[in-house]
């Protein structure tokens, strides 16, 4: 069973930055493709971004391309989400996920964290 627990949200004002980190335990860190995905209220959780098993591909959603980068320590077993130019639209709970095979597709994500809120001001 794996474990992944969130940190690093908060409140900041439109334009700052934000790392968020996700901490594995539990299982094969490397053996999981990591996701980023968020949801605001009253809307669904959306894709953010992935990175692979060895941190050689990403993909972004549109919405965040060019603002945010995923990336990964597999010797921590930790994956960050550094996102810049931060928006109000961009304010929702952040959650990490593992998948073994999947991608951007949220139902083929086998294990979520808790979330962390991130608040936006403008």
């Known amino acids: 069973q794996v474990q992944l627990v969130e940190s690093g949200g908060g409140l900041v004002q439109a334009g700052d930055s934000l790392r968020l980190s996700c901490a594995a335990s539990?299982?094969?860190?490397?053996?999981?493709?990591m996701g980023w995905f968020r949801q605001a209220p009253g809307k669904e959780r959306e894709f953010v971004a992935v990175?692979?098993?060895?941190?050689?591909?990403?993909s972004y959603a549109d919405s965040v391309k060019g603002r945010f980068t995923i990336s990964r320590d597999n010797a921590k077993n930790t994956v960050y989400l550094q996102m810049n130019s931060l928006k109000p639209e961009d304010t929702a709970v952040y959650y990490c996920?593992?998948?073994?095979?999947?991608?951007?597709?949220?139902?083929?994500?086998?294990?979520w964290g808790q979330g962390t809120q991130v608040t936006v001001s403008s």
């Open positions: 990175i692979s098993q060895n941190g050689g591909s990403t």
């Open positions: 539990g299982g094969i860190f490397r053996r999981f493709a």
């Open positions: 996920a593992a998948t073994i095979t999947g991608w951007g597709v949220r139902r083929d994500y086998n294990y």
